[in-house]
């Protein structure tokens, strides 16, 4: 009987001709139906298409004897249990940038990740999307230097050495600094080339993989499964073209949704803003749809607290963005104030902890919670030298009823801040001045009575009404007027009082247009929530 088996998922993941599936077959002992390109599909087209899955076992190494569970001390007796092995799955993803979205489901499930790099060529486009996927996806990383039989012999460890460099400053910045990177020849001569030449620098790379961490599995019969492992399962009576590719799960593990509440996190290399409104390419899990999105952080006295990466709090109320804020947001020829009007509600040279995003879907997508969320513009050119995925997250709360614009959205406190500008322009009596230029004409001055305006002069002050046809409106000041605030009104009154025609008229205006720095000016502020299908105001109190 056969001993404890641990698996651990590879990826293999390149640009296109690479040698990743080259690679893969050197590596492994035993394959499954889809792997090294077995489809009609892929042959002709000489390329991977889908995720191909293969498999090699070694021991299971010594440190990692002490992390599975014992076996049961009952079904041990009697039986020979034999060596406990630890079963490589090689998971060969597509290398093709328009298969972008293949790739990234493959990189979910995956513990380990082989960058395979062609030596003759280094870092391609492709290549570099991947290394992104895998800073989101994993936390381990070897680097496979293929092709090195293509280098001139007397050259070749001079050249590796070269590119072994240039990797490891790629690495630098990354997550992966220090990864190991591994020399090999998975398929000396090239695809034409007879299998007379063995692969070179293989046993290296299994040791290398050893160090860093009524069903059939790989053709071993086994009882039971878990996650992360490779199964081929016989449903008899059952026509295989009916089926697509889905999801095995534990009854209410997965949900169908129509919008998620995401953390979000922008990735770096991709250079254009996260605009709300937006849409991109959302893959969660195997399944791509595309998505709008909007973007909002904590409220500005909250920006410097700690992720909270396992729930989401509907209690909170959160501040609303024009895009998702990051340092390199403010271009230098900019003003602080015209920036912080452009993205919303930004606080002048401060960026949040976490940020959040709500993604309606085009169409519903089954998911778990707390699944990994990457958001892409697979739209562009493919051939352009561009990052063109865009964000990562996780899922945090998934809106499964249909109609959740409705029954869902009102309970998310997200809110905009509004600011209106405008002046006092005279004074009636201590405790009461006429404001102007806050609102238009046309405008319900109604809806705005009882909301507290700022005076510049640092009194708080209550509209009480509208005043006239034009847009005016009364304000009480309950405090009532400073003597300073008295002496910068009233100079002005004066002047205009006795302004009378002719060319003293047009000298008080003219002095007056020189006061205007010294008007007493108005803010109205006061915060509006994105989803109050009453579109009330309200003020702090």
Not at 195 to 221: C, D, N, R, W, Y
Request: include cysteine; hydrophobic fraction near 40%.
């Amino acid at each position: 009987m056969a001993g404890r088996r641990v698996n651990v998922n590879v990826g293999v993941l390149g640009h296109i001709d690479s040698g990743k599936t080259a690679l893969a077959r050197a590596l492994s002992t035993t394959a499954s139906t889809a792997a090294f390109d077995k489809q009609p599909q892929s042959r002709e087209r000489g390329i991977t298409l889908d995720l191909g899955f293969s498999c090699f076992s070694v021991p299971l190494p010594a440190r990692l004897r002490l992390a599975i569970p014992a076996p049961d001390p009952a079904l041990e007796a009697g039986h020979d249990l034999g060596e406990s092995e630890l079963q490589v799955t090689l998971v060969d993803c597509p290398g093709h940038a328009s298969l972008i979205r293949t790739i990234i489901g493959g990189a979910q499930i995956i513990d380990l990740m082989m960058l395979v790099i062609d030596v003759t060529k280094g870092m391609q486009t492709q290549s570099a999307e991947c290394l992104v996927i895998g800073q989101i996806a994993c936390q381990k990383l070897i680097v496979v230097l293929n092709k090195v039989d293509l280098l001139a012999e007397g050259k070749r460890q001079t050249a590796i050495d070269k590119m072994t460099k240039k990797m490891q400053k790629t690495l630098e910045n990354t997550k992966f600094q220090g990864a190991p990177i591994i020399a090999v020849a998975a398929k000396p001569g090239g695809p034409e080339a007879p299998e007379t030449e063995a692969p070179q620098g293989i046993s290296e790379l299994i040791e290398v993989v050893k160090k860093v961490k009524s069903m059939q599995m790989f053709h071993m019969p086994v009882t039971s499964a878990m996650q992360g492992d490779r199964l081929g399962i016989c449903v008899t009576q059952f026509d295989p073209k009916l089926l697509e590719r889905g999801l095995v799960c534990a009854p209410e593990s997965l949900h169908t949704v129509y919008a998620a509440l995401i953390s979000v996190e922008k990735i770096p290399y991709f250079r254009a803003p996260l605009q709300t409104k937006a849409k991109f390419h959302i893959t969660v899990g195997h399944e791509t749809v595309m998505g709008r999105l909007m973007f909002f952080s904590p409220s500005p006295d909250s920006f410097d607290h700690e992720p909270v990466l396992d729930t989401f709090d509907f209690s909170k109320e959160y501040l609303f963005q024009e895009q998702y804020l990051c340092k390199d947001l403010v271009p230098g020829a900019v003003s602080s104030h015209q920036a912080n009007e452009k993205v919303g509600q930004a606080t002048e040279g401060q960026c949040p902890q976490q940020q959040w995003a709500l993604i309606e879907f085009e169409k519903p997508v089954t998911c778990p919670r707390l699944c990994l969320v990457i958001g892409s513009r697979l739209d562009a050119d493919i051939h352009a030298n561009m990052c063109r995925l865009a964000f990562h997250g996780i899922l945090l709360h998934g809106l499964e009823d249909k109609n959740y614009a409705e029954s869902l959205l009102p309970r998310l406190r997200v809110y905009k801040l509004k600011h209106k500008h405008g002046l006092v322009e005279r004074v009636i009596d201590n405790y009461s001045v006429i404001g102007r230029s806050l609102f238009k004409k046309e405008t319900n001055i109604q809806q705005f009575v009882g909301l507290k305006v700022q005076l510049s002069t640092g009194e708080l002050g209550i509209i009480n009404s509208s005043f006239g046809q034009s847009g005016k409106f009364k304000i009480h000041i309950p405090g009532g007027l400073s003597p300073e605030s008295k002496k910068i009104l009233t100079p002005s009154l004066k002047k205009r009082s006795r302004a009378s025609g002719g060319e003293v008229a047009k000298q008080e205006e003219g002095a007056e247009h020189l006061e205007t720095t010294q008007h007493v000016t108005l803010i109205l502020s006061f915060k509006r929530y994105v989803f109050d299908t009453h579109k009330r105001m309200v003020q702090s109190p």
